[in-house]
């Protein structure tokens, strides 16, 4: 198997709101915030549903390897309900080998609302459910040794149980890639992250707001000098500003595509992070890599939605 995802197992319930539904919720525009199920459950009685969809950050990366041809596998927790059966379907459907078995838990599939406003930026409230009490005995160890790479995403990061599947995992992979996720995520594990970043892991992806929150940096100069300080890989999605690899002392660079219309950035990160690891796991150049991520993100910000059909 060429990479295997671990991350949080969420159902996507994707809604159109205006920027007026946001500030009368104090939800603040392209973050993540967490709900419990009665606010969840609150904020879903208000909205018109456009659809529903598994989903998840790193899981919506690993179908669009799949899609790409690639054998891929993914870990996250989910209870034996109506939506976890609907999450192990989806991915199914994508050729994804799903390496956990359901059972009923005490707290229902997580569910996430993806709320997009008319600017086609999305804000996200989710309600974990029993994907935020993954733990260590969830990991099936062969799978990550079998990998390889791991693909771990910065939502699943809390202390706790959480905590200790995402450092089991990391001591076992062959190599470990890690995406940010969110500013907010950054904010809350700060410390915890930036010491993976630096020690643990060997291909990171952060937005630029997200990389500005980790290092603190005052310009984008500092960020590079942070990218060749830690002798990893480092990718940062620019938005329009397009992309950028730090590769040990290489700098590399890809422009975004230019005229599209877009509707929904949700998958964004996801699917660019889908097609620089497949140019990364295929030998291509850093070079080329992010021209496959800079095409996967391209064409997923033009429909509704976090998958690829």
């Not at 009665?38 to 549903?49: C, G, M, P, R």
């Not at 915890?192 to 892991?201: A, D, E, M, P």
């Not at 998958?267 to 095409?295: P, Q, R, W």
Request: include cysteine.
């Amino acid at each position: 198997m060429k990479i295997l995802g671990i991350g949080n197992a969420i159902v996507d319930v994707i809604c159109k709101v205006e920027d007026k539904y946001l500030s009368d919720n104090n939800l603040t525009k392209s973050t993540m915030k967490l709900v419990d199920e009665s606010e969840f459950k609150k904020l879903l009685s208000t909205l018109k549903i456009e659809g529903t969809i598994s989903g998840g950050s790193v899981a919506n990366s690993i179908v669009g390897l799949s899609q790409l041809g690639n054998q891929v596998g993914f870990i996250g927790k989910i209870s034996d309900d109506d939506l976890g059966q609907k999450y192990e379907d989806g991915l199914k459907k994508e050729s994804v080998k799903y390496f956990y078995s359901k059972k009923k838990e005490i707290l229902p599939t997580g569910t996430c609302l993806i709320l997009i406003t008319p600017d086609s930026e999305r804000t996200m409230c989710t309600f974990l459910g029993t994907a935020g009490k993954i733990n260590e005995n969830d990991i099936d160890i062969n799978s990550v040794k079998e990998s390889k790479i791991t693909f771990l995403e910065g939502y699943l990061w809390d202390e706790g149980e959480p905590k200790s599947a995402f450092e089991k995992a990391i001591q076992n992979s062959n190599k470990v890639a890690m995406s940010l996720s969110d500013s907010f995520c950054v904010e809350r594990h700060k410390k915890h992250f930036l010491n993976l970043v630096k020690n643990n892991i060997d291909v990171i992806f952060a937005n630029e707001q997200e990389i500005i929150s980790l290092i603190q940096a005052k310009n984008f100069n500092e960020i590079i000098s942070f990218g060749k300080e830690i002798k990893k890989t480092l990718i940062v999605t620019r938005g329009k500003n397009g992309s950028i690899a730090i590769n040990k002392n290489e700098v590399f660079e890809c422009e975004s595509k230019k005229n599209l219309k877009i509707v929904d950035l949700t998958g964004a990160g996801d699917l660019f992070a889908a097609g620089y690891l497949h140019g990364y796991i295929n030998n291509l150049s850093t070079a080329e890599s992010l021209k496959k991520g800079t095409e996967m993100s391209s064409e997923i910000i033009q429909k509704i939605g976090a998958r690829l059909d």
